[in-house]
């Protein structure tokens, strides 16, 4: 069975930097995609960034484009979001996702699509 496990959430200062990483264990090697999400207080859950797994293509949400990069260590069975110019909107708890399905672009963005889940780790950045 396959279980993520994140790590590197914290608490930072606006234009500060974390990297996020998400660990795999069961049968990581039959992923087609990796994506981080995030719920803020009292919002629903939005989509942060995709990766596909065999050939790392990437998307990303147009509040992070710039600022967050994705990437995804297959021998290490690992994803990762580095973050950088955190801003206080970016607060909320991330979570990594998993799917084996091969989607498109415009399912990938959504949550419904992934059958493996992350714990969720808080990121909390100040003004």
């Known amino acids: 069975q396959v279980q993520l496990v994140e790590s590197g959430g914290g608490l930072v200062q606006a234009g500060g930097s974390l990297r996020l990483s998400c660990t795999a264990s069961?049968?990581?090697?039959?992923?087609?995609?990796m994506a981080w999400f995030r719920q803020a207080a009292g919002k629903e859950r939005e989509f942060v960034s995709v990766i596909t797994w065999s050939n790392g293509d990437t998307l990303y949400q147009e509040a992070v484009k710039d600022r967050f990069t994705i990437s995804r260590d297959d021998a290490k069975n690992t994803g990762y979001l580095q973050m950088n110019s955190l801003k206080p909107e970016d607060t909320a708890v991330y979570y990594c996702?998993?799917?084996?399905?091969?989607?498109?672009?415009?399912?990938?963005?959504?949550?419904?699509?992934?059958?493996?889940w992350g714990q969720g780790t808080q990121v909390t950045v100040s003004s």
């Open positions: 069961g049968r990581p090697s039959s992923f087609s995609a």
């Open positions: 996702a998993a799917t084996e399905h091969v989607l498109g672009w415009g399912r990938l963005i959504e949550f419904v699509r992934y059958n493996y």
